[in-house]
């Protein structure tokens, strides 16, 4: 079945420590590919999207995601995460321009101090 | 520029009761989007308008839910009646062009039946 899956429903870092969130897709094409997150009390925030072209995209907030098509993967990265990054993380892709996002389940971020 | 704004930023209602949310898209963007995510779940799609008219109604889950545009600016999305799985977080974006890949999200609006 088509999906986007992030396999981590929690995951707790030491503040300052690297951080990767994974997020796979199965999707017959690649799609368009996007990281969102929320914070606390806070509505959805984009971080970074790939649509094409280098396969390693940097966002906002020091993020950067790598597309991978042999691993139909596009993971998050932070080489140093800060108190304040603790919030849930959203892989989502759209198949095509003018299709609906679809969202993985989330993934929520502890940052030990 | 204002971002996309949604009222209540919360609500708690009882089983049986009509709601209404509100969405006040960024000006000038004709595309408005409804998604929510229930308890453990994921963000899924409801609806989508193209300034009054609605373009895709197919993630609507039963005809408690009404969502207007009159006038192709701010959207409601009414529940009524309520029922104890509509409870979670319902999200507004919107858009200048037809286009999730250029959208801006709300902050959502918590809605909890008890």
């Known amino acids: 079945a088509q999906s986007v899956t992030q396999p981590d429903i929690h995951i707790t870092v030491s503040e300052g420590a690297s951080l990767e969130l994974r997020c796979n897709y199965s999707y017959g094409a690649t799609p368009y590919l996007f990281w969102y997150v929320q914070s606390p009390g806070q509505g959805l925030q984009l971080l970074l999207k790939?649509?094409?072209?280098?396969?390693l995209v940097q966002g906002i907030k020091g993020f950067e995601a790598e597309f991978k098509r042999s691993q139909s993967s596009f993971n998050l990265r932070k080489p140093s995460v800060h108190w304040s990054d603790a919030a849930e993380y959203f892989c989502a892709v759209v198949l095509n321009r003018d299709d609906k996002i679809i969202f993985g389940k989330g993934t929520r971020l502890h940052i030990l101090p | 520029e204002a971002g996309v704004t949604q009222f209540p930023s919360h609500s708690v209602i009882e089983k049986g009761q009509t709601v209404t949310l509100r969405c006040d898209p960024i000006s000038g963007h004709d595309n408005l989007y409804w998604y929510r995510r229930v308890m453990g779940k994921e963000i899924k799609f409801l609806l989508h308008?193209?300034?009054?008219?609605?373009?895709?109604e197919s993630g609507m889950p039963n005809n408690r839910f009404l969502a207007e545009r009159t006038g192709g600016t701010y959207s409601t999305l009414k529940v009524q009646p309520a029922e104890l799985e509509d409870s979670g977080v319902y999200f507004c974006a919107s858009s200048r062009t037809t286009g999730l890949t250029e959208a801006f999200f709300g902050q959502g609006t918590r809605l909890t039946v008890v």
């Open positions: 308008f193209v300034k009054e008219s609605k373009q895709d």
């Open positions: 790939y649509f094409s072209g280098d396969t």
